[in-house]
């Protein structure tokens, strides 16, 4: 909802008089702004607990704590405590911002992704620490309704995970927009003075070092699974170094076998769409024994403007593989309807094997990308090549037919 508002609110403002529509002044309401972000988490999470009643699921509201293989407690919100029996768990307690050392998250001037989404104004200088999904969506958010915004990146390039040539475009769009960069750079640590957030930076090499200062300063280091309170310990789950817990099997099982773990619990990309793949296939275990994830053909969307989007490998995965590639690439720039809407930044990039033509992987940088990965994900799921995709009839003008 702030992606899309605040990108409505950046177009009305810089773009809108191009294109011919005159609007006269156009001021920002962050309240409301903010208020139309709480409608719609409202408005999904009681979706979900429509879906709930209609299927015959109780939910109980309050924590949970394994207290033995088959029990678990739960300390009710409204108070008291109830203990429920089951012949099978699944723990999906997903995960919370990672902490930083040298910074002590208050929400208000050092925040996680939670305080960004609820900043009760719009700061003049904003520093995120993170180059990557959530620092720079929502960076991007608060560069279009005003901040003057830096990304601070401990790689040499955003965007972890993501095809390099795209890296490298999306940071060129981004810069254009005004978020400035500075990869390659290591946090040290910060200190309040004056109502200010100072943070002190060097070369990631060692060397240069700087003070940067800002409002308020985004903490974008990437998320941690949430197990707090669990009681892993109670059944003798082990988490690893990272608080992960690990699968005893495909079967999505841990080491107590009637208790499974899906999601941003475990291993694999912290991405809901994978979370709700897993715990599909967990309930089909446990009712018929058979289950599916293909995790070769699990999509990675950014939501910014330009979109970024991508499944499969990149090219810096098949070379470390050894595995021979061609690639085909087209330029929005090039698509009538993007060219006809006037927004024709970004590019397709398709990775084939050079000898069967079977697509390997497809990343986009463009408009509306998020969706245009669904076809490339059916084509990959179902073992398809280039030459499949390309002799499948496309609407003229689309931009899927880039």
């Keep these: 909802a702030m992606l899309n508002n605040s990108h409505l609110y950046h177009e009305a403002k810089h773009n809108y008089t191009k294109r011919g529509?005159?609007?006269g002044e156009v001021k920002l309401n962050l309240d409301q702004l903010?208020?139309?972000k709480d409608k719609a988490v409202t408005g999904l999470t009681r979706g979900i607990e429509m879906l709930f009643k209609k299927n015959k699921v109780e939910w109980l509201k309050g924590t949970g704590t394994l207290k033995s293989a088959n029990e678990i407690e739960v300390s009710l919100n409204d108070g008291g405590v109830e203990s429920i029996r089951a012949k099978n768990i699944i723990i999906a307690t997903g995960s919370e911002p990672s902490p930083f050392p040298g910074f002590e998250i208050d929400e208000k001037q050092i925040i996680t992704s939670t305080g960004a989404l609820s900043l009760e104004k719009v700061p003049e200088k904003m520093i995120v620490i993170g180059g990557g999904v959530i620092g720079l969506e929502l960076g991007s958010v608060w560069s279009r309704l005003g901040a003057e915004v830096t990304v601070v990146e401990y790689l040499p390039a955003i965007?972890?995970?993501m095809d390099a040539e795209l890296a490298k475009a999306f940071q060129r769009s981004l810069s254009k927009?005004?978020?400035k960069f500075k990869t390659s750079t290591k946090v040290v640590d910060s200190e309040k003075i004056g109502g200010k957030v100072l943070v002190n930076v060097e070369s990631a090499k060692?060397?240069?070092k700087e003070t940067l200062e800002a409002?308020?300063?985004?903490?974008s280091v990437g998320r941690r699974p949430y197990t707090e309170g669990l009681g892993l310990e109670n059944v003798g789950i082990k988490p690893d170094a990272k608080g992960r817990v690990e699968l005893a099997d495909h079967?999505?099982?841990?080491?107590?076998?009637?208790?499974r773990v899906i999601g941003d619990v475990t291993m694999g990309p912290m991405l809901a769409h994978k979370a709700e793949e897993e715990g599909i296939a967990a309930v089909e275990y446990i009712t018929n024994g058979h289950g599916h994830v293909n995790y070769n053909v699990i999509p990675s969307v950014i939501y910014t403007h330009p979109e970024v989007a991508w499944v499969g490998k990149n090219e810096q995965q098949l070379k470390e593989e050894g595995i021979k590639y061609k690639i085909g690439s087209f330029p929005f720039a090039a698509n009538s309807r993007a060219k006809t809407i006037d927004d024709a930044e970004g590019l397709v990039k398709v990775i084939t094997d050079a000898e069967t033509d079977r697509i390997l992987g497809a990343h986009i940088i463009g408009p509306n990308a998020g969706e245009m990965i669904a076809e490339a994900c059916l084509a990959m799921e179902y073992g398809g090549s280039a030459e499949d995709v390309a002799r499948t009839c496309h609407a003229h003008p689309t931009m899927a037919e880039a």
């Design 21 to 23: 529509i005159d609007v």
């Design 34 to 36: 903010l208020a139309d």
């Design 159 to 161: 965007g972890a995970g």
């Design 177 to 179: 927009q005004g978020i």
């Design 206 to 208: 060692g060397g240069k």
């Design 215 to 219: 409002d308020v300063v985004l903490l």
């Design 251 to 259: 079967q999505f099982r841990t080491s107590v076998p009637n208790i």
